[in-house]
C-alpha cells in the first residue's frame, strides 16, 4: 500500500548540496511494525518526514495506495497528513497553551468534525492511551511519558492508517519507553507503524521488521515486501478548519498571554481613542455651534437695505456684475465701488413689498421697517413744553451717521429678552410703553441724556430713567394747512396738550447680555410697532402729507424748490405720505426658517430683473461660516494626526503578530504535521490579528468614553456648556470595524509569512 522508488532527498548547506538520502527503495505492508535503525544524521527523519508529506523529494516517487504522489499538489499532501498520516515526534511537540483534550481534538478540528464529536472522540482515544483523568491539564503539568501518549492519542484521533513515530522514547527512562512501546506495538496489528529509533534492543523487541540507514542507504531489510502496487480507489477526506474554529483556537492562545494582548490592544487603541476624540469633540463642536447659531445668531435680523454693499461676489447680478479676468498673480484690477458692479439698491415697490409681507409668518418672529419719517417729538422740561432730538449725529468725517434715539422694537419680546436684561421696570406692553435701551456697560452718553432732557443724577439709578414721557405730536396739530399754505405752529402748551398726539412712557431699562454675541438695538427709546403703526398711518392720512402729494415742484415744509439733493420723493418719505421702508428687519424664527427665507429671496430675485431684485443681508452668516470653515480645519488636522497614530498602532500590531508567528513556530509546524493547510496557518494568524483589532477597538471606545467624561467635565468648567462631546455609537461601532480591519490588514504579511513556513523547519525550531 505504500512503495519508496529510489527516493534521494539533499539539503542544501551554503554552496554545497549535503546529500541526505541517496536512492531509498522500500515496500511496507498495509499492517506491520518497522523500525528504522541508524546511527545519528544517516537520515532516518528525513525519510520519515518524506514519507509523511511534510518534506517533499528530490527525485523518486512515493507510491500511497498504487497511485504515485508525482501530481499531487499541496492540498492533496494536506489531506493525506491529516487522514492518513499520523506523527508522534521525540520532543512531543504538544501545543502548550492548549489542554491534553484539546491538543488531540486539534487534528479534528482540521477535518471539519463537529465540536461534540470532536471531544468526544479525542475523549475516546485518551481513555485508549490511559490519559482519561489528565483530559483537562496543560502539557507541562505531565511528565514526559504521558506527555508522550497524549502525542500517540492526536496521532490516532483520525484513525490513520500509517502513523510515523520518530524515536518516540528518546526522551524517556527505560520504565516508561516499555510502556509506549507496548502501546504503539498494540497498535500497529491495525495499521502499519513505521519508528524510527537508534535503539537496536527496542527495535528487536517489539518490531516485526527492522531496517537499516547508513549514509542515506539503506543497508539491511529484516524482512523486506515486495509487491506490484495496484491503484486502490481511495479517497482522502477533506481538511478544512472554519474560521470560527481559528478564532476559537486564536482566542485560546491570546488567553494564555493576557499580558500581553492587553498591551497590544492598548497600543492598538491608542489611534482608535485619537479617532474617537477628535471625531466626539469636533461633532460637539459642530453642534454648539449651530447651537448657537439657532439660539443666539439665527435671532438677528436679515436685513434688506436700501444701499447694499456687495462684499460677496456670489451676490452680485451676474448680467451687471462681470469681473475684469487677471490672467496671473501679478495683476489686480480697479473696480469703482459707487458703481452699480459692487452696489445694489434695494427698491422697496410694489412687488418688493408684496414679496415681504408674502414671506411665511411661521418663518418669522417678527418683521420691522424702519422709515426716514421725521419724528416730531416732545417732553415737558420744568414745566414747559420742550423739542426733543430724535436723531444724533454719530462718528466724524465721511463716517458720520445719523442715528434714531427712537426705534421700533421687535414684535418677539423674549426675542429681545433673549439677548437683553432688565435691569429696572418691566418690558413695554401697551403701545404707549416704551423701553430704553442703555450702553453695554451701563453708560449714557452726555449727548444722548441732553437730547432726551432725562433727568438723572451722575451716577444714576436705572430706575431714574423710568417714568419719563415724550409726547409725539401729530402732524395735523403741528401743521396747519389752510389754502394751499402751510404754517408750523409753535410748541406750546396747547399743541403739546392736543389729544391727537400720542404719548409714550418709559416702563423699563434694558442692557445687553454679558454673554451676548452682538447686539441689534441701539441706545435709545424703543417703542411697540404699534406704536409705530399708529403714528405712521396718522402722518399719511394728514393735511400736510397730502398737500405735498399733489406739489412735486416745492417743499410744503421750507417752500424751497426740490433739487437733486432734496427730491420730491424724500420729501414725500420725510413727512410720512410714502411710508415705503429705508429697510426691512426680519427676525427669523430660527436657523432654518432663516435658510427657508433666503431661499424665498433667491427664488424671488431669479424671476425679476436685475434692478429690482432684493439683496439680503446676513450679519450672522459671515460670523457662522467664518466659524465653521475655522472647525473644518482644525478637525481636518486633529484627524490627520489621528489616522497617523491610527496607522502607527497598526504596524505595531503587524509587528506584534510577526513576533508573534514567530514564537509560534514550532506550532505552525505541528499544525502542519496534522495537516492544516497553509490558508489553516494563515487564518489562525489572521484571526489573532482580528481578535486583538477588535479588542483595540472596544478598549479604545471605552477608554475614548471614560475619557470623554473628563473633557467634558473641564469644557463645562470652562465654557459652561454641559456634554460638549458626542460620540455616536454608529461612530463608535465603526471605529471598532476600522481597528479590526486595519489589524486584519496588519496582520496578513506575518500571517502568509507563517503561512509560508517549511513544515520541517518550523518543527525543527525550538
Ligand atoms: P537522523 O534523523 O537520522 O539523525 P536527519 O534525517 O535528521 O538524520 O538528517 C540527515 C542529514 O541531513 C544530516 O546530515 C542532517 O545534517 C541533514 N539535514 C537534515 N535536515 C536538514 C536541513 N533542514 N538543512 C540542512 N541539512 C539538513
Ligand atoms: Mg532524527
Redesign the pocket.
Known amino acids: 500500500m505504500l512503495a519508496l522508488k529510489n527516493i534521494k532527498k539533499s539539503?542544501q548547506?551554503g554552496d554545497i548540496k549535503?546529500p541526505?538520502l541517496k536512492g531509498i527503495h522500500l515496500n511496507f505492508r498495509e499492517h506491520e511494525f518497522v523500525s528504522i535503525l541508524?546511527p545519528?544524521?544517516?537520515?532516518?527523519?528525513?525519510?520519515l518526514n518524506l514519507i509523511g508529506g511534510l518534506d517533499h523529494m528530490d527525485s523518486g516517487d512515493l507510491i500511497i495506495d498504487g497511485v504515485s504522489t508525482q501530481h499531487y499538489k499541496d492540498a492533496d499532501w494536506d489531506k493525506y497528513r491529516n487522514d492518513a498520516v499520523g506523527f508522534v515526534f521525540q520532543s512531543y511537540n504538544l501545543i502548550a497553551h492548549l489542554s491534553v483534550l484539546d491538543n488531540v481534538a486539534m487534528a479534528l478540528t482540521l477535518s471539519g468534525v463537529s465540536k461534540k464529536e470532536r471531544l468526544t472522540k479525542a475523549t475516546q482515544v485518551l481513555k485508549e492511551v490511559g490519559l482519561e483523568d489528565q483530559l483537562h491539564k496543560k502539557p507541562n503539568q505531565l511528565s514526559g511519558g504521558q506527555m508522550q501518549r497524549v502525542a500517540i492519542a492526536r496521532a490516532l484521533v483520525n484513525d490513520p492508517k500509517i502513523l510515523l513515530a520518530d524515536e518516540p522514547t528518546g526522551a524517556l527512562d527505560t520504565q516508561t519507553s516499555t510502556s509506549i512501546m507496548d502501546l504503539i506495538q498494540s497498535l500497529s496489528s491495525q495499521r502499519l507503524v513505521i519508528m524510527?529509533t537508534h535503539n537496536p534492543e527496542l527495535a528487536q523487541t517489539y518490531s516485526s521488521r527492522i531496517i537499516q540507514l547508513k549514509d542515506g542507504e539503506v543497508i539491511n531489510d529484516s524482512h523486506p515486501y515486495t509487491f506490484d502496487p495496484q491503484p486502490v480507489s481511495r479517497k482522502f477526506k477533506n481538511v478544512s478548519m472554519s474560521f470560527m474554529t481559528a478564532l476559537s483556537s486564536s482566542f485560546k492562545n491570546l488567553k494564555t498571554k493576557k499580558g500581553r494582548t492587553l498591551i497590544t490592544s492598548f497600543a492598538g487603541s491608542i489611534g482608535i481613542i485619537g479617532i474617537a476624540l477628535v471625531l466626539a469633540l469636533s461633532s460637539g463642536m459642530e453642534s454648539y455651534v449651530s447651537r448657537i447659531e439657532s439660539e443666539t445668531l439665527a435671532g438677528f435680523p436679515l436685513q434688506l437695505n436700501q444701499n447694499v454693499v456687495l462684499n460677496d461676489l456670489s451676490q452680485r447680478p451676474a448680467e451687471v456684475f462681470q469681473p475684469t479676468e487677471t490672467s496671473n498673480a501679478t495683476q489686480g484690477s480697479v473696480v469703482d465701488s459707487n458703481s452699480e458692479n459692487v452696489s445694489h439698491v434695494n427698491v422697496f415697490d410694489e412687488q418688493a413689498m408684496a414679496m415681504i409681507q408674502s414671506i411665511d409668518s411661521q418663518w418669522i418672529n417678527s418683521m420691522t421697517f424702519q422709515r426716514n419719517i421725521q419724528l416730531n417729538v416732545a417732553t415737558m422740561v420744568n414745566s414747559t413744553p420742550t423739542v426733543v432730538n430724535t436723531t444724533l449725529r454719530s462718528g466724524m468725517g465721511p463716517l458720520a451717521s445719523n442715528q434714531s434715539l427712537f426705534f421700533e422694537l421687535p414684535h418677539d419680546a423674549s426675542f429681545v429678552l433673549s439677548l437683553y436684561d432688565l435691569v429696572a421696570g418691566e418690558y413695554p406692553t401697551q403701545s404707549n410703553e416704551a423701553l430704553f435701551v442703555i450702553e453695554d456697560d451701563s453708560t449714557l452718553d452726555q449727548e444722548v441724556v441732553n437730547a432726551l432732557h432725562l433727568s438723572i443724577s451722575n451716577p444714576f439709578e436705572f430706575s431714574q430713567l423710568l417714568n419719563h414721557s415724550y409726547t409725539f405730536v401729530a402732524h395735523d396739530v403741528l401743521y396747519e394747512v389752510r389754502d394751499g399754505l402751510v404754517s408750523t405752529q409753535t410748541l406750546n402748551e396747547t399743541v403739546f396738550n392736543d389729544e391727537r398726539n400720542q404719548s409714550l412712557t418709559i416702563v423699563g431699562v434694558v442692557r445687553l447680555k454679558e454673554d451676548a454675541g452682538s447686539s441689534f438695538l441701539n441706545v435709545g427709546i424703543g417703542t411697540l410697532p404699534s406704536f409705530n403703526e399708529a403714528y405712521f398711518t396718522q402722518a399719511q392720512n394728514s393735511a400736510v402729507a397730502q398737500l405735498q402729494l399733489d406739489n412735486e415742484e416745492t417743499s410744503v415744509l421750507s417752500g424751497l424748490p426740490f433739487n437733486s439733493f432734496n427730491t420730491y420723493e424724500a420729501a414725500l418719505k420725510t413727512i410720512g405720505a410714502d411710508l415705503t421702508p429705508q429697510s426691512v428687519l426680519i427676525y427669523p424664527k430660527d436657523f432654518n426658517s432663516k435658510t427657508l427665507i433666503k431661499e424665498a429671496f433667491t427664488t424671488y430675485n431669479e424671476g425679476v430683473k436685475d434692478e429690482q431684485q432684493l439683496i439680503v443681508t446676513d450679519i450672522a452668516q459671515t460670523l457662522s461660516s467664518t466659524i465653521s470653515s475655522l472647525i473644518s480645519t482644525i478637525t481636518l488636522i486633529l484627524s490627520a494626526f489621528a489616522a497617523i497614530s491610527l496607522v502607527v498602532s497598526s504596524i505595531m500590531i503587524g509587528i506584534i503578530t510577526y513576533v508573534s508567528v514567530i514564537e509560534r513556530t514550532k506550532e505552525i509546524g505541528i499544525m502542519r504535521s496534522l495537516g492544516a493547510r497553509k490558508k489553516d496557518i494563515a487564518r489562525i494568524f489572521n484571526a489573532e490579528a482580528l481578535i486583538i483589532g477588535l479588542f483595540a477597538g472596544i478598549l479604545g471606545i471605552s477608554l475614548s468614553y471614560g475619557l470623554l467624561i473628563g473633557v467634558d467635565a473641564l469644557i463645562e468648567s470652562l465654557l459652561g456648556v454641559a456634554s460638549f462631546s458626542s460620540l455616536s455609537l454608529m461612530n463608535a461601532s465603526m471605529l471598532i470595524s476600522l481597528s479590526a480591519g486595519l489589524t486584519l490588514i496588519a496582520g496578513l504579511f506575518p500571517s502568509q509569512l507563517a503561512a509560508k513556513q517549511d513544515p520541517?523547519?518550523a518543527l525543527?525550531t525550538e
Open positions: 539539503y548547506l549535503v541526505a541508524g545519528s544524521g544517516c537520515g532516518k527523519t528525513t525519510l524510527v520541517v523547519v525543527r
